[in-house]
């Protein structure tokens, strides 16, 4: 899949910046965050059964992807600029109201 390609070789640029943030620890309030495309780490994502299967359902094919866990920094509003054909507006907000259901 093309958008991962993309999202890993830009997320390569910014490695840097993000091995700082990565060393700093999320804010408590963090865990108890609602899930959502825009400021949710795809990693954060995948590691949850129901929301993994949330993108999969609107973007088959991208949790199988071998490249995947290159952009598990990254959030899906941020892969969209690389791959908007896949990642597009009505696929996130469909996502987002699948994740705004999960408990």
């Known amino acids: 899949m093309r958008l991962l390609i993309l999202a ?13 943030t990565a060393a700093t620890p999320a804010p408590a309030h963090a865990a108890h965050a609602k899930l959502n495309t825009t400021d949710t780490e795809l990693g954060v994502l995948l590691d949850n059964p129901a929301a993994k299967a949330i993108i999969e359902k609107h973007i088959p094919g991208m949790t199988a992807n071998d490249q995947v866990d290159m952009a598990r920094a990254m959030t899906l509003k941020s892969i969209q600029q690389y791959a908007p054909d896949d990642v597009t507006d009505a696929r996130l907000a469909a996502i987002d109201a699948d994740l705004a259901k999960l408990p």
């Open 8 to 20: 890993a070789a830009a997320l390569s640029v910014a490695t840097p910046a993000l091995a700082q």
